[in-house]
T-cell receptor, first 108, second 114 residues
Framework: GQNIDQPTEMTATEGAIVQINCTYQ??????LFWYQQHAGEAPTFLSY????GLEEKGRFSSFLSRSKGYSYLLLKELQMKDSASYLC?????????FGAGTRLTVKP | DADVTQTPRNRITKTGKRIMLECSQT?????MYWYRQDPGLGLRLIYY???????NKGEISDGYSVSRQAQAKFSLSLESAIPNQTALYFC?????????????FGPGTRLTVL
């Protein structure tokens, strides 16, 4: 089976940097996704990592270490609109499992 | 227009009733999924379909059934609804693109079973 862990809640200040961690245990790892979900809305795709290392996309970056079963999502220059839940999801053998999500609150 | 639509968006029903949630997509994707989301538990996969003739159980399929009527349509049924099926339900689609299985979600259906 799969086990995906991420912090339940985080708070950060507008303009700052925040790192949201995700650890996972799985067999047959294919890739790791990060999704953003605003309250009451559908999740939307942020990033995908299949190889070790950092993937940068504007203010958002995602890192993967397959040997450690570890990923993080880095959000720079935080804006109020970044207040949302961030979901880590792992795919393996045609199966995708989501973590419970990290609710990020950005304060002025 | 939205690429992935779900109907209804909200539904309140009573224990024992049969309920169908519908999902349609215009993205031309072969793969479709049904998830439920509960506070503190995240998204959990109910059923998925890789094409019209393919249906697979997910992590929590008990109490649910699905029908893939066409490439663009995937419906979820609760034959006899119970209160612990109260949740937010999402449909998602994905293109067959190797392991890059990015999923695109519909707006969700909020179901309440009394």
């Amino acid at each position: 089976g799969q086990n995906i862990d991420q912090p339940t809640e985080m708070t950060a200040t507008e303009g700052a940097i925040v790192q949201i961690n995700c650890t996972y245990q799985t067999s047959g790892f294919n890739g790791l996704f990060w999704y953003q979900q605003h309250a009451g809305e559908a999740p939307t795709f942020l990033s995908y990592n299949v190889l070790d290392g950092l993937e940068e996309k504007g203010r958002f970056s995602s890192f993967l270490s397959r040997s450690k079963g570890y990923s993080y999502l880095l959000l720079k220059e935080l804006q109020m609109k970044d207040s949302a839940s961030y979901l880590c999801a792992v795919t393996s053998n045609n199966d995708m499992r989501f973590g419970a999500g990290t609710r990020l609150t950005v304060k002025p | 227009d939205a690429d992935v639509t779900q109907t209804p968006r909200n539904r309140i029903t009573k224990t024992g009733k049969r309920i169908m949630l519908e999902c349609s997509q215009t993205k031309g994707h072969d793969r479709m999924y049904w998830y439920r989301q509960d506070p503190g538990l995240g998204l959990r996969l109910i059923y998925y379909s890789f094409d019209v003739k393919d249906i697979n159980k997910g992590e929590i399929s008990d109490g649910y059934s699905v029908s893939r009527q066409a490439q663009a349509k995937f419906s979820l049924s609760l034959e006899s609804a119970i209160p612990n099926q109260t949740a937010l339900y999402f449909c998602a689609t994905a293109a067959v693109a190797g392991i890059t299985d990015t999923q695109y979600f519909g707006p969700g259906t909020r179901l309440t079973v009394l």
